[in-house]
Structures are given as C-alpha cells and as structure tokens.
C-alpha cells in the first residue's frame, strides 16, 4: 500500500462516515448497516496494511485531518443513535418480563 492509498482510504471512510451521519439523523437504520457494512473492508485494510507506511508530512497532516473529522462523525452517530439504543434495550427488558409473567401465569396476565 502506498501512502496516497492510505489517504484514499481514510478519505472513502471520512465519506462513508459523512452517509452515515445523514442515515442517522434520518432513522434509515438499513442504510446505516449497509454504510456500516461498506466501511468495515476499508478499516480492515488499513489495520492490516497502514503500519507498513510511511507517511511524508502533508500527508500525515491530511490523515489527522480526516481522523478528526471521522471521530466527529462517530459522535454525531452515536448522539443519533443512542436514544434508539436505549428504547431498544428497554423494549427488550419489557418483552423479557412479559415472557417471565407469561411462563408464570399463563399468556394474557399483564
């Protein structure tokens, strides 16, 4: 992997992670997961491959650039999805009870 391969790659995470803020804000959680899904062979190429290369100063600088830009998206995803997590966990604890009191009881006592 050369190093502009390096910033190519970062550069197609940072846009990736960009789609995936706007499917956040917008609650299209299958497009989340597909983005997701494009994103994860990218970082995987870089875990595998990056240590091996040297980056020249300007192009250390872009990659800080986009890593900043790519951490605030994260946060942006998260601040999004966070809320949805939370109704999810609790919707899951909910059903876990009822299914308890149904095995208890019998299904319809509430």
Wanted: glycine share 4%.
């Amino acid at each position: 992997m050369t190093p502009v391969e390096v910033i190519h790659i970062y550069n197609g995470i940072s846009q990736i992670m960009g789609a995936m803020v706007h499917a956040a804000k917008q609650r299209d959680w299958e497009s989340l997961q597909n983005l997701e899904n494009q994103c994860r062979p990218l970082t995987q190429s870089l875990m595998e491959s990056e240590a091996e290369v040297e980056l020249n100063t300007d192009l250390k600088r872009q990659k800080l650039d986009l890593l900043r830009k790519i951490l605030a998206d994260d946060t942006a995803i998260r601040h999004e999805t966070q809320p949805w997590m939370d109704e999810l966990q609790q919707l899951i604890r909910s059903t876990g009870s009822q299914q308890k009191i149904n095995k208890a009881y019998g299904p319809g006592m509430h």
